[in-house]
């Protein structure tokens, strides 16, 4: 299983100054190479590459695990911030390539410093982690003052997200100055990433909330098989996917022709992430037929209840017994289709999650949902407007527990950063 | 990688019966076969037997992920935790076998009632999946009071743990009647089992506190690669193996000859479950000289600081610069070493955890440590007390948040049931 990858050979060519004189190793590899100025690994198929016109961990094929985190900035500095910036994408383009996150590494830099990395994934192949960056409205204003001289910068379309009927959002869960989903196969190396990147932070950024996710929820390729959330459905089934060329155009990646102070944000997305809790014990407990017609599929194939299998299209028209339609008109898919939704669609890539139990004998699980669009407005509050309020499935099963909305810049050019277009020089 | 199983057999077969006129499946399938009757499933790679002289999970070579679930038992009737335990038994089984919970599964049972299982496994292979049993001290007391018929069966070794200098354990974290520990390489296999085992539970038994683990912290077998800590330290190099026959039978099963009233735990071991916070922030800013010298090992190969290669004997006489110990007198392995604690030895068997964040801009992460021992008096209490005093490691970067202390019964034969010599007929 696992691979043979720099990382790895990194840290066996620690080995023999390490061993047996442990102190007499200190500083023996003390140059001051950065990460992105090593060779390009082997391409592997088990790397994403991170360069490229979008960032990756959009339309990747979802990884298996996830590790998110909102960080908030705690210094006002705007070269602090970008100073940041920039040492998050060198460390991001080593550690997608399956590399250390600092140039000497967790064993190989001087004996009396802290080690360039922590050290947990050495020997783990890089498991196809992305390193995806987002902006919250946060950063760009606080009590109605722009912070690091972005007066004007911050998009339209990254808004306060409002309160939606039944929301129990949680401040602990909710916002965050900048974001970063972690996905990858294998989620000691989401984790490490994670770690490593606040660990860069410190002093100028630390970590608001975070979460694990242990299953990915979405397909989003047709290349992949749909999985299952914790309600035992399949969901991705009618997700948009990497191969759907003219709709990720149209639903998901911001186009180009933005007013000037918007414009960085070309070509990059907007990135809606919502814990939602799932009331499983209760779920557990309700009839198959009343699962089936709340998500309007069926749950072994997933197949509309209009029939067909389980790409079929729905028939909202179709009827049963009683003239009754066979899709309900409060289930999920139904409120969800475009059909309904004036044509938006959303890229779904969200994951479960547990997080312990909730002090009252219930397990603390649910979908940490995330979705990118071309514009929260357009694209996601009106739906969820609709689900929160006709939505059997959401107005019975599920409470929104934690919200962010962040501004996805588009991808880094080698030699650039992260975020750069916002920063002109 | 997902392998076709008889779990994704049984969902294919479903498929048929539900599909386009969905209300028509309703009952199609309404033996009462129960889960054990079925044809045993093709020996697999991918499953690990359930049946045998030991419950699995043990010396079972550690799986990559961990869900853990304590159970508070909310009926004081003695029959009913008796039917809980077979029903238990029973799901086990199946799903260890990579079957679903029961015998109809989530979507071949009758239409208007709940599913026999949640099916959020359909299509994954068992992953590995052991379920492993065990008996807190309340269950066979509170308050002074025996429960369930079970006067003077509390085994003596089965104590109150005492409170650990430095301890801050929560109270929701800590304890339960019940335990499971469901180990998978895949983590949507280990909760889907704790959930429906909970689930089968519902009015007898409910979650008191739960556990996900992303990283296995111990090779139990020499067959694996010794994996990594979040210190970023090789964790397991020194542990008992499963191919260590007579240390096992010495310091991790519960020997013959007990008095009468705890011979039901011959063949059986005692599990010791500390979840152990690691203040990681802190420890990333210390010198990699700190960090070696605070566990004796180096952080590259993990080889004792006296010298030599990952296994190794570590001597700790060896003497260095100024006549210091190559291995100092606080280091974690000379505290932990067989020779500093009258020989004993555990079988480790912890994960590595995240939960999020502390609020305070830390990420709340850690080890779940899981420990199996013969007796936790003489094999787990003298060596934590030494610990909480003299390892600086501890001392220094850990904080206990959560612990258990559980009798682990022998294991089950075919037609039995976990724990049934604790209930003679
Ligand atoms: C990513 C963000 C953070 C990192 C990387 C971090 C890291 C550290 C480190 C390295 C230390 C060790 C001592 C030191 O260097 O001062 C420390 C200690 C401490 N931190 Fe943080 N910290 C972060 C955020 C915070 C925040 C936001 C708070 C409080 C609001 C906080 C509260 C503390 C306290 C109380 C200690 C002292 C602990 C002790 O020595 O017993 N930290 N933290
Ligand atoms: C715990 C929460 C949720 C669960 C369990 C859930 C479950 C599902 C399931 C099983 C499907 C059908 C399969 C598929 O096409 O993927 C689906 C479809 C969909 N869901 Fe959700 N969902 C949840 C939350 C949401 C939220 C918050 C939104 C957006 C506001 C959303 C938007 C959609 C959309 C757009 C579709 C596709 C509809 C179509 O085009 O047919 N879902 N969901
Ligand atoms: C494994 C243990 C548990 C399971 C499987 C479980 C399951 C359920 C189920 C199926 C319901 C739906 C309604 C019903 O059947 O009554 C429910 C509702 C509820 N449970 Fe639990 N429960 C568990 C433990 C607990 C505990 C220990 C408490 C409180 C101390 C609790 C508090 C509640 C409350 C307040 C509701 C009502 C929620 C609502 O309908 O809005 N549950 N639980
Ligand atoms: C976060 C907590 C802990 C960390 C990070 C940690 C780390 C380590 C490391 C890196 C090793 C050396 C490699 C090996 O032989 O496995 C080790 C060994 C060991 N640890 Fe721990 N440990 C922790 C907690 C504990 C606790 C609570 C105990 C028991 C009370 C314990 C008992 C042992 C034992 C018995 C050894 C083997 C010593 C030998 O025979 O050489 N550890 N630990």
Redesign the interface.
Known sequence: M?KVTRRGLL?MA??G???????LA?GFLGHDAVAGAEPPPQPDSDTVPFHGERQAGITTPAQD?L?M?AF?VVTEDRDELIALLKDWTAAAAAMTAGKEAGATG??N???????E???????LSAGRLTLTFGFGPTLFEKDGTARFGLEGRRPAALIDLPHFPGDDLQE??TGGDLVVQACSDD??VA?HA??NL??IA?GKA???????G??RTSSTSRAQ?TP??????KDGTNNVKAEDGGLLDEHVWVPAGAPAPEAWMEGGSYLVARRIRMH??IW??????E??GLIGR????G?P?????EFTAPDFGAK??ADAPLIATDAHVRIAHPSQNSGVRMLRRGY?F????D?????D?GLFFIAFVTDPRTHYVPMQSAMARQDSLSVEYLVHTGSGLFAVPPGVRPGGYVGEGLFPA
Chains 1, 2 share one sequence.
Not at 206 to 212: A, G
Not at 359 to 363: A, F, R, S, V, Y
């Open positions: 696992t840290s620690g080995v100054g390490v061993g047996a004189a442990a102190g200190a695990r590790h985190a908030d967790a064993v830099g001087p004996y009396d410093a802290p080690p990395d922590t050290g947990e994934a050495l020997g602990q869960r989620p000691q984790v994670i770690r606040a660990r410190f630390h970590v608001r909330w975070s979460q694990l242990f299953g098989q299952r959330n914790l309600f035992g459905f499983i014990e557990d407990r309700t009839s198959l037929r699962q089936e069926t749950k072994a194939e197949a209840l209009s029939g067909g299998t049963g017994w479960n547990t997080d312990g139990s002090g009252l004998g219930h397990l699980a």
